[in-house]
């Protein structure tokens, strides 16, 4: 069981990284302010080509605005002189001016609105980058968060039965060492009282021998030396004297 819930933790960490991998969320929504910057950048070029071409155009429609008052000085100043052909040539030049004048009020009247729908583009996506950061701190902090939960779940999901057996049991073998320590102590300490008391037996054995051989030695009648204690070597002892007395005799 133990193998196999290793194996378990194993394989729940490795997937968790792998969903990690294929959609962080730090990544993600850093990926995803960073393509709307991307595109701002885009509108504000967009913007400024099209406010140069709308500055290129209102210059053009000016000068033809003024060529249409130049014109029609010319073709008055030719009526003035007698001279109608001039006068039309100058009127048809005029005209001319002023058909190009209108094109180009038509065409920058349409790149006003162009401007103004990319200048409300340009704001709406700069608010939205706006807020799309402060999402993205919130929810990085909050991923952030998540993920140091989750670890902590699985650091204390591995902390099952199996790991508190093997304290258990190494609980259980420190129990046994003290036990066997306090058993050898005890056995010294035994060894010790042994060798003490037999000091005593033989003390207290050597008094009561002493004793004995005193009272055995007050119980012999008066005279008696320890040599006599055996009868049988006594009379050999005098039989011995009285012959020695007899063979000095002449």
Known sequence: MNLFDRFKRVAKSNLNEIVNKLEDPEKVMTQAVTDLQTDLVKIRQSYA???????????????????????????????????????????????????????????????NGSLEQLFESMSQLEAKITEAKSMKEQYIARARTAKTATKVNDMLAGVGDNSMSSFDRMKEKVEQLETTAEVSSGMIGAAKDVSLEDKFKQLESGSSVDDELAQ??????????????????????DELAKLKKEMEKP
């Open 49 to 111: 080509e099209v406010m140069a071409t709308q500055k290129k155009m209102q210059k053009q429609k000016d000068a033809a605005d003024k060529l249409v008052a130049e014109w029609m000085q010319r073709a008055q100043l030719a009526v003035s002189a007698g001279d109608d052909e001039l006068a039309k040539e100058a009127l048809s030049r005029k005209n001319t001016a002023q058909e190009q004048a209108e094109t180009l009020a038509g065409q920058l009247e349409a790149q």
């Open 216 to 237: 055995l030695k007050a119980g012999l009648p008066s005279g008696e030396t320890k040599g006599e204690l055996n009868p049988a070597k006594s009379a050999a002892d």
